[in-house]
């Protein structure tokens, strides 16, 4: 009897546990990327139909295999997604990591007080966001779970 009162009680509460999670709804607008700051001043691409934002971590692996993976599209699809990775370190830590990536598709914003992280409400990294032009949010979630279909799918 117990265990079947703690289920329910777990199976209530999962709800708001998850709601915290995120701040972004599919569909819906996301904020407002206020940069202070880009790596080596490189400013994003003119905006195409749709921009994926990445938030990153050097410390965390797969932060760097989803980077390697996000410059492999970019290079597939060209002008038709821009990737703007966000994070926290300052630039003269990640800049040697993070400078190879660079390309007129991918640009580093640096978010040293945090402000994009929370408005967005990361909880984890690797984590994304593909958005459109209108700045409605298309799909997100992990990085690794990013594919050539998800975009083509979302740019049509």
């Known amino acids: ?13 999962l709800p708001f546990a998850a709601a915290d999670a995120q701040n972004i709804a599919l569909g819906e607008r996301v904020p ?18 749709l921009t994926y934002v990445e938030f990153f971590q050097s410390s965390n692996a797969a932060c760097i295999t989803s980077l390697k993976q996000l ?13 703007v990775v966000i994070t926290q370190e300052k630039e003269d830590k990640i ?3 993070l400078r190879p990536y660079l390309s007129p598709q ?14 967005f409400g990361v909880q984890y990294v690797p984590f994304g966001v593909l958005v459109d ?17 998800i975009i083509d799918k979302s740019s049509k």
């Not at 880009?38 to 195409?48: E, F, I, S």
């Not at 290079?75 to 990737?83: A, E, H, I, N, S």
């Not at 032009?133 to 279909?149: D, I, Y």
Request: proline letters at 5%.
């Open 133 to 149: 032009s209108k700045n409605r949010a298309l799909w997100q979630g992990n990085s690794l779970h990013l594919t050539s279909e």
């Open 71 to 83: 410059r492999a599209m970019t290079d597939k699809l060209g002008t038709k997604l821009r990737v």
């Open 106 to 119: 991918i640009s580093v914003a640096i978010d040293a007080g945090g402000k994009i992280f929370t408005a």
């Open 95 to 97: 800049g040697p990591l």
């Open 1 to 13: 009897m117990k265990k079947i009162l703690l289920i329910l009680l777990l199976a209530a509460l």
């Open 32 to 49: 407002e990327l206020k940069v202070p700051a880009w790596l080596d001043g490189q400013k994003p691409a003119a905006t195409p139909r």
